[in-house]
């Protein structure tokens, strides 16, 4: 026997680990719910302590953006003509000529199935009203794309060339897809002033990261055998690169092309705060404030017209297969020109076909009588998920629980009671073998009595850095301290417990009703079938687009994001949940299943276990879609470090965007790394 399977349950390295960590945050957290009382400082943060680290930012950067800013109004100068150009060329191009093009590429790369959602996708947009406003929008992405390509690409190859720079290359790449957008839109603002240059510029900087990822790890796979024969046949290093490693890379480098396309088309609303121009994403904006909810569900679908379109057409042009007929596409074409000469004479311009107009209409009316006789069911939906739910995550049952809500008054009797019954029920656990488990049962109930945006800060810092020990040892718990008392030291503290309880419940959530459903359809193959379709949908659907359904049922407010930031982090829980169950490898299935176990004692004691790496992988993806989902809330009510964020944009206050930002980046990478550390332990144990 192995000495791994010689250790009894509980008594190796890191179950002792477990229990110490666990033992240290419980003394801890006694401590600080004993002493705060008498000394106040230990439950928020003074912000005579803080450092001003928000005007050091904004002093400093204030004056190297004035250092460069003339170069970069030349690039604002430069990178107008080709937008110019690309909105001329789409708005004079006749419609039925440009459905056809898209509806012939469809079929050139996947057939007739592809073909007939190109030219569904883009009558949609014809029939939408929109054509003009969606011209202006695939303007933006036809020259931020190729933006974005070439610099993802050119770094992905410098970190493929030169090793040094490798982890640098990673970790910017990191910080930029875990700073939210809005945080580096206020310094591009002050650089390149308003205008849609300006979103051009922020959606090739938020599209770049995929390409250059995909170019790496494209260019990391290629076999050895194909290099060392480019090598023997006397190829430069730039013939090497260009000739044989870059082709070879082709279809990972193209998942890349895919990934950016989205990620650009997913900044469009994003790209019409600071741009102003009329695109679609400006009319999402505007119908919106107007709580024209109908108009704003129209232009939100053609948003999503265009994204599974470009989605699907990009991921066929990605994958190695067989393409059709030239001559049938041709002929599309062609019958796509022969149509657009009669739209020169007889049929209306696009921008005057408005079939669906007045379906949005009817919508809005509907929706409205909808919400006023269904006002009392919604309300007391959202108002019992606020009282019983979210309000006591954020400030705790002891200000909870109120009598004009809870019906009763919380009492210290009531707040005593309950830890005793914690404490009875995390013995009992502890006496039953889990040790570590008991001990977190009273932790836990701590919180829930304190509430997450009420927690002293000595409890959080110490509570991360033992997580960050159990997961990875001492060199992730110091990391998880210095980052989290960074933020601790900036002033930025409270906003960022309100920033965590929000993001942590809705994760918390999704990690429930995601996991579950990812279960069903691994035990179900039909139930697989359902929600396929439905998860591909929202992972096309950019970000903004999830507001739109949540504000037209329950108005603006903390539960609408909440809701909204469900909806759009729930799909890796659901994917890698099913993912991880259904990869276990059949012989331990088999066995299980000799050895008399039933289906619900092979999926606990076998196919959980096995799959628990890759399903801490879809809670790892859920967070940072959380987080990136939080500061497109703080549009619609919410607080933190989202709204600070947000108002940083509308003074144009660069240090508080940017430390703000940079607040919510370090939270997310936190929680990132801890759940790595947790997943790598995982692999490590079942020796993957």
């Avoid at 931020?144 to 982890?167: F, M, Y």
């Avoid at 950016?260 to 009319?283: R, T």
């Avoid at 002929?331 to 076909?353: E, H, M, N, R, T």
């Amino acid at each position: 026997m192995s000495a791994a399977r010689a250790t009894p349950q509980g008594t190796g390295p890191a179950p002792r680990r477990g229990v110490i960590a666990a033992l240290v945050v419980l003394a801890v957290g006694a401590l600080c719910l004993a002493l705060v009382p008498h000394l106040p400082w230990l439950g928020g943060f003074p912000d005579a302590w803080a450092l001003p680290v928000t005007r050091w930012v904004d002093t400093g950067l204030t004056w190297f953006l004035g250092l460069i800013k003339p170069g970069a109004r030349m690039l604002s100068a430069a990178l107008s003509y080709p937008m110019t150009w690309a909105n001329v060329l789409l708005l004079h191009t006749p419609w039925p000529l440009l459905v056809a093009l898209v509806t012939a590429l469809g079929w050139y790369v996947g057939g007739l199935r592809l073909a007939l959602l190109g030219f569904a996708g883009f009558s949609f947009v014809v029939a939408s009203g929109y054509w003009t406003e969606s011209m202006n929008t695939l303007s933006l992405v036809a020259v931020s794309v190729p933006l974005a390509l070439l610099l993802g690409g050119a770094t992905g190859i410098l970190a493929n060339e030169v090793p040094r720079v490798k982890s640098a290359v990673q970790t910017i790449m990191d910080v930029m897809q875990t700073v939210p957008t809005f945080a580096y839109l206020t310094p591009l603002l002050l650089l390149f002033g308003f205008g849609p240059v300006v979103g051009l510029i922020a959606s090739a900087i938020y599209a770049a990261p995929p390409m250059a990822r995909n170019v790496m790890l494209g260019l990391e796979r290629v076999e050895t055998d194909i290099k060392e024969a480019a090598v023997m046949s006397g190829a430069s290093r730039l013939q090497q690169l260009f000739l044989i490693e870059i082709p070879s890379a082709a279809t990972q480098i193209m998942v890349g092309v895919n990934q950016s396309l989205m990620a650009a088309l997913s900044m469009v609303i994003i790209a019409a705060v600071i741009g102003g121009f009329d695109d679609i994403g400006w009319e999402v904006l505007l119908t919106m404030r107007k709580a024209q909810f109908g108009a704003a569900l129209l232009a939100g679908l053609v948003i999503v017209a265009f994204a599974i379109v470009i989605d699907r057409i990009s991921a066929g042009m990605a994958r190695q297969q067989p393409r059709h007929s030239r001559r049938i596409a041709l002929l599309i074409v062609a019958a796509g020109a022969a149509l657009a000469v009669l739209a020169w004479l007889y049929l209306p311009a696009a921008g005057q076909i408005q079939l669906l107009v007045p379906a949005a209409e009817w919508l809005d009316a509907r929706l409205t009588q909808f919400v006023r006789a269904q006002g009392a069911a919604l309300d007391a939906i959202k108002n019992g998920a606020m009282f019983y739910g979210l309000l006591p995550l954020r400030i705790g049952l002891d200000g909870a629980v109120l009598p004009f809500t809870w019906g009763f008054q919380w009492t210290p009797g009531m707040s005593a009671g309950f830890y005793a019954a914690a404490a009875a029920i995390g013995a009992f656990i502890a006496w039953r073998g889990g040790v570590a488990a008991g001990l977190m049962v009273p932790i836990l109930a701590g919180i829930v009595e304190t509430g997450i945006a009420e927690l002293p800060w000595p409890f959080v810092l110490i509570g991360a850095g033992a997580i960050g020990w159990v997961a990875g040892g001492r060199k992730l718990a110091l990391y998880a301290v210095l980052m989290l008392a960074a933020v601790l030291l900036s002033g930025l503290w409270a906003k960022a417990l309100w920033s965590l309880y929000l993001s942590g419940a809705a994760v918390l959530t999704c990690a429930i009703l995601g996991g579950a459903i990812g279960l069903l359809c691994a035990l179900s193959p039909l139930a697989w079938r359902v929600v396929q379709p439905i998860c591909d949908m929202l992972q096309t659907i950019p970000l903004f687009v999830f507001l739109i359904p949540v504000l037209m049922f329950f108005q603006i407010g903390e539960f609408s994001a909440f809701l909204a930031i469900i909806f759009y982090a729930i799909v890796p829980m659901i994917r890698y949940t099913r993912h991880g169950l259904i990869s276990v490898p059949p012989d331990l299935i088999e066995a299980a299943t000799s050895s008399g176990a039933t289906t619900w004692q092979t999926m606990r004691e076998v196919r959980a276990p096995y799959a628990a790496p890759t399903i801490l992988l879809g809670l790892n993806q859920t967070i940072l879609y959380a987080f990136a989902m939080l500061v497109i809330a703080a549009l619609i009510g919410t607080t933190g470090l989202g709204q600070s964020i947000f108002l940083a944009l509308g003074q144009a206050d660069v240090g508080l965007g940017v430390t703000s930002g940079a607040a919510m980046a370090i939270l997310a990478l936190v929680a990132d790394r801890l759940v790595q550390g947790f997943a790598a332990e995982r692999r490590r144990a079942l020796g993957l």
